[in-house]
């Protein structure tokens, strides 16, 4: 923005040091045509006009480096626009992309939790109420975990390593009856890796 502005002002800034010089160039071109038309007579006045011309040719020279000053520094604004451009695009494109992707990434999920949700809902019907309602009361309180594997006598969800009487406890336990870790006091799932 600041470079387009920059490149904005300097062109305004052109376009008047031309008009600058194109008023002292019709100036000079109209005295040079009262000089060379014989319609001055006095000697005064053509020394005079003659004076004036050439301080009108000084001051066309002097209004010329000035627009080629301001013409540098408008190419210079330009191709700082044109190089800052090329970056924003540059840039637009990669967060075009990254918001693809992350749409993309987006819908994968929902999809992935669509189908979670299902299989929650069909697992969730094979199991009683109570137990059920325990699990989703200790997951509200543990952090999204209510239950954690028993693996090799630790705890999955506090990897605390049960003591010798609670491993006793859980081992002369039916496979059926619920057992819960002494720490953390989510419900323990037991498989052949134990430990027990």
């Not at 009108?56 to 190089?83: F, H, T, W």
């Not at 451009?85 to 494109?93: F, L, N």
């Not at 390593?161 to 609670?166: F, P, Y």
């Amino acid at each position: 923005m600041a470079a387009q502005t920059e490149e904005s002002d300097t062109a305004r800034e052109q376009t008047k040091a031309e008009q600058d010089v194109d008023q002292v160039r019709q100036r000079a071109a109209r005295d040079q045509q009262r000089l060379d038309s014989g319609a001055v007579t006095s000697p005064k006045d053509l020394a005079n006009l003659q004076h004036e011309i050439v301080s009108l040719a000084k001051r066309q020279g002097d209004l010329e480096d000035v627009v080629l000053e301001v013409m540098e520094r408008r190419e210079s604004a330009q191709e700082r626009v044109n190089e800052l451009t090329e970056r924003v695009a540059s840039v637009q494109s990669k967060i075009d992309d990254a918001s693809a992707r992350r749409n993309s990434a987006f819908e994968e999920i929902d999809g992935e939790a669509a189908t979670v949700t299902k299989e929650r809902e069909i697992v969730a019907a094979a199991i009683p109420a109570d137990l059920l309602k325990l699990y989703d009361k200790l997951r509200e309180q543990q952090g999204g975990i209510g239950a954690a594997k028993l693996y090799a006598r630790t705890c999955q969800g506090c990897r605390q390593e049960l003591a010798i009487t609670e491993l006793s406890e859980i081992r002369a336990a039916a496979p059926d009856t619920v057992v819960r870790c002494e720490n953390c006091r989510r419900i323990l799932v037991r498989t052949a890796e134990s430990g027990l």
